[in-house]
């Protein structure tokens, strides 16, 4: 199986900072890394599919970038409803492989 | 509203049988394969199962291949998950997602999560 990385584990950041999430596998997997966000007790929500492809809806303020084996999802002032926990996931082979995570807190 | 709704969780012993159920609304469930993810409690998301469109292809994860059975009813507008043999380490929260119109592992909806617990 491909194995998903991510790091930070967590971060502390304020509101209006800019923070960066990244996400690497263990092999080249072009660009099939979608990003989630989390709220504690809610499903997870897509924000970003195919690396770089903003969903409908998701503010712009969110952004994804990379390709290969190295991801990253920035998010350009970060507001109070973005402290969640954020997950990477590759689909370039099955089975589908989430990262453990990067919860981002206050 | 497109959305999925979960249900049919709840507490079961050792090596018992639970199903829990998904049923879709506001798209057409027949267009597009359903995956199921679980989350252990204060863990991260790991994917179960998934089943294409018409029912007559079904992958699982090897922790719960044998145990676990993943089916449809479309014209019901429901996706299902059989749990046999369950183990404490099966206690999560269970979501059905779907899968883009292509078929490939993005999941741009789920459901609100469907809570199994296995305890004695």
């Known amino acids: 199986d491909i194995q998903v990385t991510q790091s930070p584990s967590s971060l502390s950041a304020s509101v209006g900072d800019r923070v960066t999430i990244s996400c690497r596998t263990s092999?080249?997997?072009?660009?099939?890394i979608h990003w989630y966000q989390q709220i504690p007790g809610k499903a997870p929500k897509l924000l970003v599919s195919s690396a770089s492809t903003l969903q409908s809806g998701v503010p712009g303020r969110f952004a994804g970038s990379g390709f290969g084996t190295q991801f990253t999802l920035t998010i350009t002032g970060l507001q109070p409803e973005d402290f969640a926990t954020y997950y990477c996931q590759q689909s370039y082979l099955p089975p589908p492989i989430f990262g453990p995570g990067t919860k981002v807190e206050i | 509203e497109v959305q999925l709704v979960e249900s049919g969780g709840g507490l079961v012993q050792p090596g018992g049988s639970l199903r829990v159920s998904c049923t879709a609304s506001g798209f057409t469930l027949s267009s597009h394969w359903m995956h199921w993810v679980r989350q252990a409690p204060g863990k991260g998301l790991v994917w179960v199962s998934r089943?294409?469109?018409?029912?007559?292809?079904?992958s699982y994860a090897d922790s719960v291949k044998g145990r676990f059975t993943v089916s449809r009813d479309n014209a019901q507008n429901t996706l299902y998950l059989q749990l046999n043999s369950l183990r404490d380490e099966d206690t999560a929260v269970y979501y059905c997602a779907r899968a883009q119109g292509d078929g490939a592992a993005i999941y741009d909806v789920w459901g609100q999560g469907a809570l199994v617990t296995v305890s004695s």
């Open positions: 089943i294409n469109t018409g029912g007559s292809s079904t």
């Open positions: 092999q080249p997997i072009n660009n099939y």
